[in-house]
């Protein structure tokens, strides 16, 4: 039988661990950005000479593994949480209300935990290419070598969520569904909410930590003092600050996407706690909207930084004029977005009574 509490307990616990490995990730790019600089300065000690030698191939290859590690480890909670939201889908489908266990298996390019993974992934491809630059291979090379680690990553992940998915599908066709008690669904839907409000906290702390990294990342690439490294100071001085400015967008724009899902989600568990609630008003100042202000001004900071390397011609006033048509955008696409939200999940199921 699909147990009603095993299910959503399940569920909610994968998500806490999705989130604590997102901070993990965090946390050792920091400290591997840290470490790297005081290389770059001639800080580490004289028994540490061996590492000093081949600093970039060291630093990329911590990262590429953690992040290799980690990732894959969000393709496992995923197909975990494929297979606990078909269960959940089919339980509610029993009680009578919205569910579809087909539609909870099918694959959603924009959610949360692909978005994370590809994140996640693409910080294991930008070290790859870091780790064949510094075993003095060429560009085109690298870059091969790091698209390769990531295609292969991802076709892991659509083989974890299918297998997932067909096995929730027929788990969910030939087990009895057993009973909703509304007072354990809307505890589930309570927690849920909780849970979404600490998420969104944790990923704009992600984007902090990636963002606030990087600038120290690029502090130090400017004053090379090592006598000698795996790769030559001319050449980190030149690409080292435009590779680290384009992880900062790429790392900005997807915590930009997640948050709004997040914030959806948010929504949604609100409306079924409480149908005449009206959580996706535009214009208004709530805590969500300050959080995804804070990560558009990240993206608008970092995307200035990377443009001031490409667009070396433009004026400094125009490129501040793109910064801001950029933050502009990114919160006019989340108050649109909010609208749309509305129309959609404006009549939320309230739940089995």
Partial sequence: MIDFTTVTREFRSLVDRRRDIQTFLGSGFAAMSVFLGNGLEGKLPPTLRSIQEHLFAFYAFVLLVLSLILS???ARLHGGMV?????????????GQRGDPASAARHNVLGV?????????????FSAVILGLSLNHPLPTA???????????????YRFHGKAARFALEKARTDEAGPVPPDHWREHVSLSLAQANHGMITEIAFAGLMVF??????????????K???????????????????LMVVTCLFEL????????AIGRFSLQLDPTDRPFRPLRLTDSLLGYLLLAFL??????????QVLTDLKLEVVFGIDAAAFAAAVLFEQVTLVVAGRTHGSAATGPV
């Fill in 72 to 74: 894959l480890r969000l």
């Fill in 83 to 95: 297979l606990n939201g078909v269960l959940y889908a089919r339980l509610m489908q029993a009680s």
């Fill in 113 to 125: 935990s692909f978005l994370q993974f590809v994140l996640v992934d693409l910080v294991a491809g």
């Fill in 143 to 157: 870059l091969a070598a790091g698209g390769a680690i990531f295609i292969l990553w991802m076709l892991l992940y």
């Fill in 213 to 226: 990294s990087g600038f120290g990342a690029l502090s130090s690439l400017g004053k090379i003092e090592a």
């Fill in 228 to 246: 000698s490294t795996d790769l030559p100071a001319s050449f980190v001085e030149t690409n080292g600050p435009l590779w680290f400015a384009g």
């Fill in 257 to 264: 996407v997640i948050s709004l899902r997040i914030r959806i």
């Fill in 299 to 308: 993206f608008a900071v970092s995307l200035h930084v990377l443009l001031v």
